[in-house]
T-cell receptor, first 110, second 115 residues
Framework: GEDVEQSLFLSVREGDSSVINCTYTDSSSTYLYWYKQEPGAGLQLLTYIFSNMDMKQDQRLTVLLNKKDKHLSLRIADTQTGDSAIYFCAEFGGGFKTIFGAGTRLFVKA | GAGVSQSPSNKVTEKGKDVELRCDPISGHTALYWYRQSLGQGLEFLIYFQGNSAPDKSGLPSDRFSAERTGGSVSTLTIQRTQQEDSAVYLC?????????????FGAGTRLSVL
């Protein structure tokens, strides 16, 4: 079945770049998403990329998609302490079900 | 308008009791989802409502779990005879439609603790 995998933890120093990686299995995925979850809150859409794109940039965020390898990454430039959160990768292939990964907990050290 | 609202935000109950969790989706959103998030785990899909169609209950873990959506808006997730393994954060999300980008908007969740 469909599956989305991502590493559980990432620790970076403030000001460095963070790269969170994700792999997925559904080759028919049309949209891939990054959601952010801050403590005590629900998930909030951070950015998304359509499957026919390789890259999407939005201010400090860069999303790279390697469709051949089914690999998605999120790069956060100049990481701040406010970026500390859990980041979820998710895929949507049409129909109704969005498949979420387990989330990567990002720790930013001052 | 307002975002997705869930109540209560926290619920502590005793093993064996029934609980009801409520979700108010964003007005006009036809799709509504319930997920369970256990400590250190990803999102476990529970149930999906789309308009007036029959809900997809394929993710409900046992027959102790049920959900309804009244008038195509508010939804209630009911857990009967709660067990300690039911302790988790229950998240509700709504989206504008099942097609297109299916961007889901999440509530803050209900943290359920079963003692």
């Amino acid at each position: 079945g469909e599956d989305v995998e991502q590493s559980l933890f990432l620790s970076v120093r403030e000001g460095d770049s963070s790269v969170i990686n994700c792999t997925y299995t559904d080759s028919s995925s049309t949209y891939l998403y990054w959601y952010k979850q801050e403590p005590g809150a629900g998930l909030q859409l951070l950015t998304y990329i359509f499957s026919n794109m390789d890259m999407k940039q939005d201010q400090r965020l860069t999303v790279l998609l390697n469709k051949k390898d089914k690999h998605l990454s999120l790069r956060i430039a100049d990481t701040q302490t406010g970026d500390s959160a859990i980041y979820f990768c998710a895929e949507f292939g049409g129909g109704f079900k969005t498949i979420f990964g387990a989330g990567t907990r990002l720790f930013v050290k001052a | 308008g307002a975002g997705v609202s869930q109540s209560p935000s926290n619920k502590v109950t005793e093993k064996g009791k029934d609980v009801e969790l409520r979700c108010d989706p964003i007005s006009g959103h036809t799709a509504l989802y319930w997920y369970r998030q256990s400590l250190g785990q990803g999102l476990e899909f529970l149930i999906y409502f789309q308009g007036n169609s029959a809900p997809d209950k394929s993710g409900l873990p046992s027959d102790r779990f049920s959900a309804e959506r009244t008038g195509g808006s508010v939804s209630t997730l009911t857990i009967q005879r709660t067990q300690q393994e039911d302790s988790a954060v229950y998240l509700c999300a709504s989206s504008l439609s099942q097609g297109s980008k299916n961007i889901q908007y999440f509530g803050a969740g209900t943290r359920l603790s079963v003692l």
